[in-house]
């Protein structure tokens, strides 16, 4: 009997063990063929649909960093999505590319619509509980996932982690999402003129929302790599800051916590 116990014991334990699931999902936005990353913990798929998480890439792609990202987010039990925004295998390290790239989306409908495109194939998988959904992005992604929200998406919230700040629009009531905006508090790439007219903005909209400023994190601040990117492509004002990635994360899980309940 006691042997029977222990065998028992020993085969609950494997099963509970988590098993991170990473795949490539193709898909398509008006013609253009894409390339996500899903990542999810197998034994909690299991139990029943999940929250899911929607990350949105740096203007550099998806490269490994949002990858790495939907792996810890699945890691903590959440189904999650990184979304391609420019098409399949579309990278670069170049700062002039980058620029390109991204210029086809900023202030235009694209931007919400290719992360549109995204969060509908996360749904798809038919492994997300669709009243529990989240985008988080990084840099140009930061303002993927504001834009997202702004256009009436179905997403509990959102968090931007250094990302540009685009303005709400005006209508009152079509932004459903909490909103968690991570900001360096020295970072250049925002003016003060700016980060005051997206805060009036969103209090003028009635927005829930929460705005963190890390102090001495500039642009970036949450990639690990983003000094040597910073050196390699000739820019200023980007770089890492340990303080501010961790306390930025734990934030995010605050955040989740607060949309979703516990942790599955």
């Known amino acids: 009997m006691k042997l029977l116990a222990c065998l028992c014991l020993l085969g609950a334990a494997l099963t509970a063990q988590a098993k991170i699931v990473t795949r490539a999902v193709p898909y398509e936005h008006n013609g253009v063929k894409l390339e996500g990353y899903l990542a999810y913990d197998d034994a909690k798929s299991r139990s029943g649909r999940l929250p899911g998480v929607l990350v949105l890439p740096e203007w550099w792609g998806l490269n490994e960093y949002p990858k790495s990202r939907a792996e810890q ?28 790239l991204a210029r086809q989306f900023y202030g235009k409908s694209l931007m919400a619509e290719r992360a549109r495109a995204g969060l509908d194939t996360l749904l798809a998988s038919g492994l997300v509980d669709p009243q529990r959904v989240a985008a988080i992005g990084y840099c140009f992604g930061g303002a993927a996932a504001q834009v997202l929200a702004w256009s009436g998406a179905p997403l509990a919230g959102i968090v931007s982690f250094h990302g540009s700040l685009v303005p709400p629009p005006s209508e009152p009531g079509r932004v459903k999402a909490r909103i968690l905006v991570c900001h360096g508090a020295i970072d250049p790439f925002v003016k003060p003129e700016e980060l005051a007219k997206f805060k009036d903005a969103l209090d003028v909209g009635g927005l829930d929302y929460q705005f963190i400023q890390y102090a001495g994190a500039v642009h ?16 200023k004002g980007i770089g890492y800051n340990a303080a501010a990635d961790r306390r930025s994360w734990q934030h995010m899980q605050d955040f989740f916590a607060e949309l979703f309940g516990p942790r599955p």
């Open 220 to 235: 970036a601040f949450t990639n690990p790599r983003a000094d040597d990117v910073a050196r390699a492509a000739g820019l």
């Open 73 to 100: 987010l699945a890691k903590l039990g959440y189904v999650a999505f990184a979304a391609d925004m420019y098409g399949a295998g579309v990278t670069t390290t170049d700062a002039k590319k980058a620029g390109e």
